[in-house]
């Protein structure tokens, strides 16, 4: 279960637009007036063209990019109200992250690597290594710990990096193309992982994705289209 997991949607959005400067004066509209609200241990795909805005909406509901308009609540708190340092303080205690490519830290081991979320919050090292240990061993990954990522295989890098995005409990993980960079085999490995840890911690799952036996995992599935969310 989820660390203080707020109650009604964990992530919600309301009439969430992003624009950006385009040429001549003129401005590109990314997203258009979203709507989207997920409860907790809801698992969400969102498909759409390349270029459809979708990596624009993960950064917006991971407080990593501000909206031109609108609003974005994680766990019920107003991301908007939040300055920078209170905005990083809410993405890793609440929000997990696996991107396409891992970004492992490459001198660090497997367990370091899964363990820094948590130092940052203020665990402490003993504490962290202990939750660390339990997720690598959960995605299986218990006899690689002392690896470094380039001693470990692009699938396992992986695994890595989703144990890490759970390390601190959030209420929600937010993954782009997070089987995008791996074979057939070694995708539907990190999918069954993936989703097997957002069944045992009851956390929230938003996808992001071209690959349709992973869409097909997730209880709903959202194309984006010219800005806004519809349903499949």
């Known amino acids: 279960m989820?660390?203080?997991a707020a109650s009604g949607p964990v992530v919600e959005a309301c009439g969430l637009r992003r624009t950006y400067p385009g040429v001549?004066?003129?401005?590109l509209h990314i997203l258009r007036g979203l709507d989207l609200a997920l409860d907790p241990g809801e698992a969400v795909a969102i498909v759409g063209a390349s270029g459809s805005g979708k990596s624009t909406l993960l950064h917006l509901?991971?407080?990593?990019?501000?909206?031109?308009?609108?609003s974005v609540r994680i766990g019920g708190v107003d991301t908007a109200a939040l300055d920078d340092e209170s905005a990083a303080a809410l993405r890793n205690r609440r929000i997990g992250f696996v991107f396409q490519f891992h970004h492992l830290l490459q001198d660090f081991?497997?367990?370091e690597n899964v363990m820094m979320p948590a130092l940052v919050q203020g665990q402490s090292p003993a504490g962290a290594k202990t939750a660390a240990a339990t997720l690598l061993d959960q995605v299986g990954l218990g006899d690689r710990v002392g690896h470094k990522p380039s001693e470990l295989s692009g699938g396992e890098q992986q695994r890595v990096a989703v144990a890490r995005a759970l390390v601190n409990r959030p209420l929600v993980v937010l993954?782009?193309?997070?089987t995008g960079n791996l074979d057939v085999h070694t995708s539907t490995h990190v999918?069954?992982?993936?989703?097997d840890l957002r069944d045992r911690y009851g956390v929230a799952l938003v996808v992001v994705t071209h690959n349709r036996?992973?869409?097909?995992?997730a209880g709903r599935i959202l194309?984006?289209?010219e800005g806004v969310l519809e349903d499949v």
């Open 24 to 27: 001549s004066g003129t401005e």
């Open 175 to 178: 993954a782009d193309e997070p």
């Open 191 to 195: 999918q069954e992982v993936l989703f």
């Open 109 to 111: 081991t497997a367990l």
């Open 223 to 225: 194309r984006l289209n």
């Open 61 to 70: 509901l991971g407080v990593l990019d501000r909206p031109t308009a609108g």
């Open 2 to 4: 989820n660390n203080g």
């Open 213 to 217: 036996e992973l869409a097909s995992r």
